[in-house]
């Protein structure tokens, strides 16, 4: 009687666990304040963050393939500002933010501005997919079911508790923004814009010089 109990027990916690897991992870809080420091970012509002140019740490060449098959790494969008968002399709802030992020994906990708996802914890990428398509969502998202793309990032600047949180690396491959928990459009205009601006401002350096 025994023998058959304890497996059923031990698959039982595992289980919980695993879901302990999920709703640990959809989480809208950030690091901790000694975390930001750590890495230049200063807190500002709604779970955002910035660092000041000088005090960026760099981004990790982060690569694998995305959920369409295609193979994708951070420095194939070298000289670009990157948006990268963490999420997955189990996370409701996830499903809520998709559609502002689709939004400030199509008025900056003409602007040197490439969006990537990472795709986390979708044991099964058909559910990954299907929330694109649900969603209309039309840039690249890397496959990283266990995570190992995310854990190269440096301590403090991306939690994996908290998903779904919104990276913005600057155009020399440091991180330069972070929101953490589900954006609307406004708040990721912030996010972007300001990034964005700054490389504007070194063409126009650039062109006077000249």
């Known amino acids: 009687m025994s023998g058959p109990t304890r497996p059923r027990l031990r698959l039982a916690a595992a289980t919980a666990a695993a879901a302990a897991l999920v709703l640990a992870g959809c989480s809208s809080s950030g690091s901790s304040a000694g975390a930001d420091g750590q890495i230049g970012f200063v807190k500002s509002k709604g779970g955002r963050s910035t660092a000041a140019i000088g005090h960026r740490q760099d981004a990790p060449d982060i690569s694998g393939t995305t959920l369409d098959g295609a193979k994708v790494a951070l420095s194939d969008y070298k000289g670009k500002v990157v948006v990268l968002n963490v ?102 205009d912030e996010l972007v814009q300001p990034v964005v601006a700054e490389q504007q401002t070194g063409q126009q350096q650039t062109g006077q010089q000249q």
Do not use: H
């Open 87 to 188: 999420w997955g399709s189990w996370c409701g802030p996830c499903r809520s933010e998709a559609p502002y992020l689709q939004q400030i994906w199509e008025k900056y990708k003409d602007q040197g501005v490439q969006f990537l996802g990472i795709n986390t914890r979708d044991v099964d990428p058909a559910n990954a997919i299907r929330f694109e398509q649900e969603k209309g969502i039309t840039f690249p998202s890397l496959y990283d079911p266990s995570g190992l793309e995310i854990a190269k990032f440096p301590k403090g600047s991306l939690n994996p508790q908290s998903i779904p949180t919104t990276l913005v690396v600057d155009r020399e491959g440091k991180l330069a923004a972070r929101a953490v928990g589900g954006q609307m459009d406004d708040a990721l």
